[in-house]
């Protein structure tokens, strides 16, 4: 079973969005820095309550799917369709744009430290224009493994198979069938675990630092660096001396082409100019 290797850095870098969040900003800086089919990765993480109160107001999207992942803090979501959803720490916000959807995301703290992080999943051409739809995970709905040697694993969508178990996440029966773990590793503690060749994969540590690749192959990831893996079906890390938190990523890949425009994703530009239209005549839901 072969082991895939680092293969390509991207370096988060500083970034603001929606009404002056302050975030840090790996996949999605340019369109040469995707991992098809994910297109972005973005991550918040301050005490500052300047940094994220106003929050990301009114905002439409279309073409893709959002996930947002908290791990410390409190957001409220509304949209269009009269969803209103609490996401707290430790909860998931999966949503699918599909034709259009209209939606904000404030945080419900006036202090404290928000974390989190919102990934863009492209959608295929065939499911671009479905209707839109949105869910809530809450904690408890994610299923928390325990490690061999210490760690904790936390299974979004697909399946962790580790130490003799198989678990599967509250997300599944997506054309792009993702794996999205949330990976816990104490000092120098490694982790081992399959991933289809059919799919495209990345890490991103939020917490400390990792070794990637077999022994002949490794190559370090600093903290806050999005790592795009090699081909290959299996995936081999050991985490630094102290420790890491990650987050382990794979799709299968849509090889298709791409046309955005800030929150709308096509294949074509003139999809693209319909989607803007339909905005500016409110008919893009």
């Given at each position: 079973?072969?082991?895939?290797?680092?293969?390509?850095?991207?370096?988060?870098?500083?970034?603001?969005?929606?009404?002056?969040?302050?975030?840090?900003?790996?996949?999605?800086?340019?369109?040469?820095?995707?991992?098809?089919?994910?297109?972005?990765?973005?991550?918040?993480?301050?005490?500052?309550?300047?940094?994220?109160?106003?929050?990301?107001?009114?905002?439409?999207?279309?073409?893709?799917?959002?996930?947002?992942?908290?791990?410390?803090?409190?957001?409220?979501?509304?949209?269009?369709?009269?969803?209103?959803?609490?996401?707290?720490?430790?909860?998931?916000?999966?949503?699918?744009?599909?034709?259009?959807?209209?939606?904000?995301?404030?945080?419900?703290?006036?202090?404290?430290?928000?974390?989190?992080?919102?990934?863009?999943?492209?959608?295929?051409?065939?499911?671009?224009?479905?209707?839109?739809?949105?869910?809530?995970?809450?904690?408890?709905?994610?299923?928390?493994?325990?490690?061999?040697?210490g760690g904790l694993a936390k299974v979004i969508s697909g399946m962790l198979e580790a130490d003799g178990l198989t678990v599967q996440g509250p997300i599944q029966g997506l054309s792009t069938a993702p794996l999205f773990f949330?990976?816990?590793?104490?000092?120098?503690?490694?982790?081992?675990?399959?991933?289809?060749?059919?799919?495209?994969?990345?890490?991103?540590?939020?917490?400390?630092?990792?070794?990637?690749?077999?022994?002949?192959?490794?190559?370090?990831?600093?903290?806050?660096?999005?790592?795009?893996?090699?081909?290959?079906?299996?995936?081999?890390?050991?985490?630094?001396?102290?420790?890491?938190?990650?987050?382990?990523?794979?799709?299968?890949?849509?090889?298709?082409?791409?046309?955005q425009w800030g929150p709308f994703v096509m294949n074509t530009q003139e999809e693209i100019d319909q989607a803007i239209r339909d905005y500016?005549?409110?008919?893009?839901?």
């Amino acid at each position: 079973m072969s082991t895939r290797s680092l293969q390509r850095i991207i370096r988060s870098t500083p970034a603001s969005d929606g009404a002056g969040v302050r975030l840090l900003r790996s996949l999605g800086q340019s369109p040469f820095q995707r991992v098809d089919p994910f297109l972005m990765l973005d991550e918040i993480s301050s005490d500052n309550p300047a940094d994220y109160i106003a929050g990301f107001p009114s905002h439409p999207h279309r073409g893709f799917e959002t996930v947002t992942y908290l791990l410390e803090g409190h957001m409220l979501h509304e949209d269009h369709l009269g969803n209103r959803g609490d996401l707290r720490s430790g909860g998931v916000q999966w949503m699918t744009a599909g034709r259009g959807i209209i939606h904000s995301e404030i945080p419900q703290q006036e202090n404290g430290r928000l974390h989190g992080f919102q990934l863009w999943i492209n959608l295929p051409a065939r499911e671009k224009m479905k209707p839109a739809s949105y869910r809530d995970i809450q904690p408890e709905e994610i299923p928390r493994v325990e490690l061999s040697g210490g760690g904790l694993a936390k299974v979004i969508s697909g399946m962790l198979e580790a130490d003799g178990l198989t678990v599967q996440g509250p997300i599944q029966g997506l054309s792009t069938a993702p794996l999205f773990f949330d990976i816990r590793l104490p000092a120098n503690g490694l982790f081992s675990h399959p991933v289809p060749a059919t799919h495209n994969a990345f890490i991103y540590p939020y917490q400390g630092t990792l070794a990637i690749g077999a022994s002949d192959t490794v190559r370090p990831l600093q903290t806050h660096e999005a790592g795009a893996l090699s081909g290959g079906e299996r995936i081999e890390l050991r985490a630094g001396v102290a420790g890491a938190g990650f987050l382990l990523l794979a799709a299968s890949p849509l090889h298709e082409p791409i046309h955005q425009w800030g929150p709308f994703v096509m294949n074509t530009q003139e999809e693209i100019d319909q989607a803007i239209r339909d905005y500016e005549n409110g008919e893009l839901v």
